[in-house]
């Protein structure tokens, strides 16, 4: 898992605002749109970055697409510890 977190959270080029993505996770869930308006992106680019941290078990999402509120999964809670190691160095 923690291979997976610095490629997608500091090898990529996404990696910052995937990290935004997260922070905000942890603090509430949210769904798309709400994370577009409090990160001040694009509701695309949120997208695209939340299909990213779905796709490797980092969030899931809870109901239709266009409505689907996002939250940690249990498996990224375990690693937070490495999480907030590399926001810290990525920002």
Sequence with gaps: ???VLWYLL???RGGPNR???LEALDDRPRNANQLAA???LDYTTVRHHLDLLVEHDLVENTGDDYAAVYLLT???EENWETVED???QVS
């Design 1 to 3: 898992m923690e291979g």
């Design 10 to 12: 500091a090898g990529a």
């Design 19 to 21: 990290c935004r993505i």
């Design 38 to 40: 409090d990160l001040d």
């Design 74 to 76: 249990d498996r990224v």
């Design 86 to 88: 590399i926001i810290g």
